[in-house]
């Protein structure tokens, strides 16, 4: 099966930088996504990684390890707006696209 | 806007009954995935449709069942439904069976009463 773990919450002020981090577990590997939700509201793609090293967009970056099973996005410049739930999800064999339970972000004035 | 529409927005029913919650792709998306979020909870992925047919299937109760139409929209039918089933139901598509970026609908939250 498939299982990634995120921390449920991490808390920043406006302007910094915050780190979430996602180790997995799955057979089979075609790459790792990041997603943000806010409140209640439609899960939004943010970025994927499929090959190692660092994606950049904008504000937000990804890093992925697959040796180590490891990824993380990093939010620079934190905004208010920024407040959401942040997801990261594996695509591996079994084909389907399994999400972690999610990291709430706060962003404090 | 992700171009994905999921219907009806939202829905309250009794224990026992069953609903039937409708999912539009993007135009030109194959892919279609269920996925049930309850409250403070991950997306805990149901099935997912490709052209038709069912691709994949996660943690999907034997009361749930879903199909993909020939004009690629999908339909999850939930019967005998269970106060525990009260939860946000997502649809997402993509383009084909095998892409990490799927776009979402804004859900239909489901309340059992």
């Known amino acids: 099966g498939q299982s990634l773990e995120q921390p449920s919450e991490v808390t920043a002020v406006e302007g910094a930088i915050v780190q979430i981090n996602c180790t997995y577990q799955?057979?089979?590997?075609?790459?790792l996504s990041w997603y943000q939700q806010h409140d209640g509201g439609a899960p939004t793609f943010l970025s994927y990684?499929?090959?190692?090293g660092l994606e950049e967009t904008g504000r937000f970056s990804s890093f992925l390890s697959r040796s180590d099973s490891y990824g993380y996005l990093l939010l620079q410049e934190l905004q208010m707006k920024d407040s959401a739930s942040y997801f990261c999800?594996?695509?591996?064999?079994?084909?389907?696209?399994?999400f972690g339970s999610g990291t709430q972000l706060t962003v404090l004035p | 806007d992700s171009g994905v529409t999921q219907t009806p927005k939202h829905l309250i029913t009794a224990t026992g009954q069953r609903v039937t919650l409708r999912c539009s792709p993007r135009?030109?998306?194959?892919?279609v995935y269920w996925y049930q979020q309850s409250l403070d909870q991950g997306l805990q992925f149901l099935i997912q449709?490709?052209?038709?047919?069912?691709?994949a299937k996660g943690n999907i109760l034997e009361r749930f069942s879903a199909q993909q139409f020939p004009d690629l929209h999908s339909e999850l039918n939930l019967s005998s439904l269970e106060l525990g089933d009260s939860a946000l139901y997502f649809c997402?598509?993509?383009?084909?069976?095998?892409?990490?970026?799927?776009?979402f609908g804004q859900g239909t939250r489901l309340t059992v009463v």
């Open positions: 997402a598509s993509s383009s084909h069976g095998e892409d990490t970026e799927a776009f």
């Open positions: 799955t057979s089979g590997f075609y790459g």
């Open positions: 990684n499929a090959l190692d």
């Open positions: 999800a594996v695509r591996g064999s079994a084909r389907q696209l399994t």
């Open positions: 135009s030109g998306d194959l892919s």
């Open positions: 449709y490709y052209n038709g047919e069912e691709r």
